[in-house]
T-cell receptor
Framework: DAGVIQSPRHEVTEMGQEVTLRCKPISGHNSLFWYRQTMMRGLELLIYFNNNVPIDDSGMPEDRFSAKMPNASFSTLKIQPSEPRDSAVYFC?????????????FGPGTRLTVL | QQQVKQSPQSLIVQKGGISIINCAYENTAFDYFPWYQQFPGKGPALLIAIRPDVSEKKEGRFTISFNKSAKQFSLHIMDSQPGDSATYFCAAISGGSNYKLTFGKGTLLTVNP
């Protein structure tokens, strides 16, 4: 079985440009999470969806960030306009919505560099 | 507000030694405590997890010790190997309709040959 798929794996862009990160969750999983990882702040939850509906977006830093999940097999995280402080590794994770013991499976991440 | 505090930030152990990483939490609503392992360039992967009604869980060389009254839990890696060199994250999950997974800041473990 394929795991969580993220694209691109690396993205280098200039300040002010729009950046779109993509995620394909594991088939059959109905919860999807976006995380950001930096040395300073560790792993931070940005937003998560259950059954394609955003449930908690309290971690989204500001209005420049937006996330969508148009169907069960695809999600995007968009940053517009991007800033150097957005440079980080962004992870997508998915799970089967159920009890606390249902594991989150992480993708390989997208390393974003904003110049 | 950091709800899960993890220490140490980094740890160097000799091959064959015991690695110990500690975590403390505040929110008593947490009901599941996983540990994730992350290798460079990879996403975190579940290593081992424990429920709060159990004081210890062992899987191979990895053991979680859990102290509910102190709201602390720790990961012990016995007979540490160079292949265990990675970043380890503790986490705490609150389930139900308000599911949330909160990570500690991570511990970079280096096991020297």
């Amino acid at each position: 079985d394929a795991g969580v798929i993220q694209s691109p794996r690396h993205e280098v862009t200039e300040m002010g440009q729009e950046v779109t990160l993509r995620c394909k969750p594991i088939s059959g999983h109905n919860s999807l999470f976006w995380y950001r990882q930096t040395m300073m702040r560790g792993l931070e939850l940005l937003i998560y969806f259950n059954n394609n509906v955003p449930i908690d977006d309290s971690g989204m830093p500001e209005d420049r960030f937006s996330a969508k999940m148009p169907n069960a097999s695809f999600s995007t995280l968009k940053i517009q306009p991007s800033e150097p402080r957005d440079s980080a590794v962004y992870f997508c994770a998915s799970r089967i919505q159920g009890t606390s013991t249902d594991t989150q499976y992480f993708g390989p991440g997208t390393r974003l560099t904003v110049l | 507000q950091q709800q899960v505090k993890q220490s140490p930030q980094s740890l160097i152990v000799q091959k064959g030694g015991i690695s110990i990483i500690n975590c403390a939490y505040e929110n008593t609503a947490f009901d599941y405590f996983p540990w994730y392992q992350q290798f460079p360039g990879k996403g975190p992967a579940l290593l081992i997890a424990i429920r709060p009604d159990v004081s210890e869980k062992k899987e191979g060389r990895f053991t979680i010790s859990f102290n509910k009254s102190a709201k602390q839990f720790s990961l012990h890696i016995m007979d540490s190997q160079p292949g265990d060199s990675a970043t380890y994250f503790c986490a705490a999950i609150s389930g139900g309709s308000n599911y949330k997974l909160t990570f500690g800041k991570g511990t970079l473990l280096t096991v020297n040959p």
